[in-house]
């Protein structure tokens, strides 16, 4: 068992062209072989963990221990990614007993990444999506549990370069959590959890109609909407567009009033509406027509600061519903998005 670690080794981290020739970025000790008394690289916070002599792969991994109580965590030295990259974080993990996982990627800014219920008593590998702010340099990697009573083994980390590809039919491409039927577009997401699937994309890193985000951070599949916001923009190849509906489901909010605008410029916005009682979902806000027929609209979330609610303003968006009519008819497309690997 570990209760504090002292720095043990120097590990160079630099991207590199792996034999198979992908872009693979070195994370510091991965297989969690190297180290004297404790694993070299990698820092015990808040809590138990220990340097298992056992493995998915050789003859070491580590481990946390949920004690009831939040939050025990591993932290790894700095490596480094480049900005404004997609990437793949996969590791292998197996709990005895079931924890709760937080598995963040702190790349230059406030980022974070999926939370995910392990309940698996054999090596199970996960992977997880992430992009990179502009101005990322030093990043590091940060493994909690939460308030569990179980114990989760971690090995075997690796990041890859990935770049988001999305079906494509008769010249129009959609994503997962879009699709056109019956001459309908829509896109969005329902308040389903992202549990033991947290590849689900949910409007975060890879999503096709995932604009720009100016103040929001995504965590464990939901976006935390801050003043600045989130903007989504729903394009349908060349096809215009004729009137749009849109909805939304947001819950835990401790300060601040939800507000929607729109645009079809991604410039000039109107406000839609706002939204400050919690339900399972929003009233359904109808675009306006001056903004029609239309080849794009932006969607754009934010979260207002109000008289009482001074300093902290933000919600968690659990649902997204954009649906519009398109002006010629359109064969029917299920979206889908896929992460390929990006060779050197
Ligand atoms: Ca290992």
Redesign the pocket.
């Known amino acids: 068992m570990v209760k504090q670690l002292p720095a043990v080794g120097l590990f160079s981290i630099i991207l590199m062209v792996t034999p198979n020739g992908l872009c693979d970025v070195q994370v510091p000790n991965a ?3 190297e180290g004297e008394k404790f694993p070299g690289a990698w820092t015990l916070k808040d809590g138990i963990g220990t340097w298992e002599n056992t ?7 580590i481990s946390l221990s949920g004690d009831g109580l939040c939050c025990p965590r591993w932290t790894s030295e700095s490596f480094t990614l480049e900005p404004n990259k997609f990437y793949r974080l996969s590791l292998w993990m197996k709990t005895v007993g079931g924890v709760v996982v937080s598995i963040r990627v702190r790349c230059g800014g406030t980022r974070s990444g999926p939370e995910v219920g392990v309940r698996h008593p054999e090596w199970k590998r996960y992977d997880f999506y992430f992009d990179t702010p502009e101005k990322t340099k030093s990043s590091s990697l940060h493994l909690y549990t939460y308030f569990g009573q179980g114990r989760v083994f971690f ?2 980390v690796t990041i890859t370069e990935v770049r988001p590809v999305y079906r494509k039919k008769a010249g129009i491409e959609l994503g997962t959590e879009e699709r056109i039927k019956d001459n309908l577009y829509i896109a969005g997401f329902g308040k389903e959890y992202g549990g033991e699937n947290p590849t689900v994309i949910r409007g975060g890193p890879g999503s096709r109609y995932l604009f720009k985000v100016p103040e929001a951070l995504y965590c464990g599949g939901r976006w935390y909407v801050e003043r600045g916001g989130i903007i989504f923009r729903h394009k349908v190849g060349q096809v215009e567009q004729t009137e749009a509906t849109f909805r939304f489901l947001f819950t835990y909010r401790p300060a601040g009033t939800p507000i929607v605008l729109a645009s079809n410029d991604g410039k000039n916005f109107v406000e839609l509406g706002r939204e400050r009682e919690l339900k399972k979902w929003s009233d359904t806000f109808q675009l306006p027509a001056k903004l029609f027929p239309a080849k794009e609209i932006y969607i754009w979330l934010r979260c207002d600061e109000t008289p009482e609610d001074k300093g902290w303003h933000t919600y968690e968006l659990f649902g997204y519903e954009y649906k519009s009519k398109v002006a010629n008819p359109i064969p029917d497309l299920e979206g889908k998005t896929e992460f390929v690997e990006v060779g050197k």
């Open positions: 297989s969690f072989e493995g998915h792969s050789g003859k070491r991994c090995d075997d």
